[in-house]
C-alpha cells in the first residue's frame, strides 16, 4: 500500500500538470492546500450579445449594386413591350390590307385581295432571311411567293389597268408590266436567223 505522503506527491504532480488547484487529504486540524498556477493562463473577456448588436448595426455595409430598381422596372417594361412575335404583327398587318384591298364584304379570290395578302407575306419572309441568310427553303418559298404575285399582277393590268395601277402605287409594288418586256421575237427579231436553218450546229464535212 502506498502512504498518505506519497499519494499527496502523485496529486500535486498530476495537478502540476493539469494546472488546477488541488487541496491535500489531511485531517481537519492539520489541513493544508496546495496551490498551483497554472503555466498559462488567458482571463476570458466578458462580452454581451447586445454590445456585438450595437457593433454590427452602427457598421453600415457600401451599397454596392450591378443595377438598381428602376433599371430592372424598365427591362421588364421593354420585355412586355417585345413580348409580341412578328409574326402575329405580320398576319394582323395581312388582315387589315386584305380587308382595305377586298371588292366586297365577301371577297377572298379577286387580284387585289390576293397580291395584298402575299405583299405583306413578301416583306415578311424578306425581314426574316436577312436574319436568317441559311433558311434555304424560306428563300425558295419567297422565290414562288414574288412569282405568283407577278402573274397575278400580269393578269389584273390586262383586265382592269387603273386598279392594276392603284394598288401598285399604294403598296409599293416594283413590277413591269407585261408590255413593257421585249418579246423573243420582238428581241431578235431583226437579225438574220442562221442559214441552212441550223441552230447550234456545225456544218458536217462531206
Not at 452602427?58 to 454596392?64: F, I, K, L, V
Not at 383586265?159 to 413593257?180: F, M, N, T, W
Request: proline share 5%; net charge negative; glycine share 6%.
Amino acid at each position: 500500500m502506498f502512504t498518505r505522503q506519497t499519494l499527496l506527491a502523485a496529486l500535486a504532480a498530476s495537478a502540476t500538470l493539469m494546472g488546477v488547484t488541488v487541496e491535500a487529504f489531511a485531517p481537519p486540524s492539520a489541513a493544508r492546500s496546495i496551490t498551483m498556477t497554472p503555466r498559462t493562463c488567458n482571463t476570458p473577456v466578458a462580452v454581451s450579445l447586445s454590445t456585438m448588436d450595437d457593433e454590427v448595426s452602427t457598421e453600415e455595409e457600401p451599397a454596392d449594386y450591378l443595377l438598381s430598381a428602376s433599371d430592372l422596372d424598365d427591362e421588364e417594361e421593354g420585355e412586355e413591350e417585345d413580348a409580341t412575335p412578328a409574326r402575329f404583327l405580320s398576319d394582323a398587318r395581312i388582315t387589315e390590307l386584305r380587308e382595305t384591298w377586298r371588292r366586297h364584304p365577301t371577297d377572298t379570290g379577286s387580284p387585289e385581295f390576293q397580291v395584298a395578302g402575299m405583299t405583306e407575306r413578301i416583306s415578311y419572309l424578306t425581314t426574316h432571311l436577312k436574319e436568317h441568310p441559311k433558311d434555304y427553303s424560306t428563300r425558295r418559298g419567297l422565290v414562288a411567293l414574288v412569282n405568283k404575285r407577278r402573274r397575278l399582277l400580269n393578269y389584273l393590268f390586262s383586265e382592269d389597268e387603273q386598279r392594276y395601277v392603284d394598288i401598285v402605287s399604294a403598296l409599293g409594288i416594283r413590277h413591269k408590266v407585261p408590255g413593257a418586256i421585249a418579246s423573243k421575237e420582238d428581241k431578235y427579231g431583226r437579225f438574220p436567223g442562221q442559214k441552212g436553218g441550223l441552230k447550234g450546229k456545225s456544218k458536217m464535212k462531206k
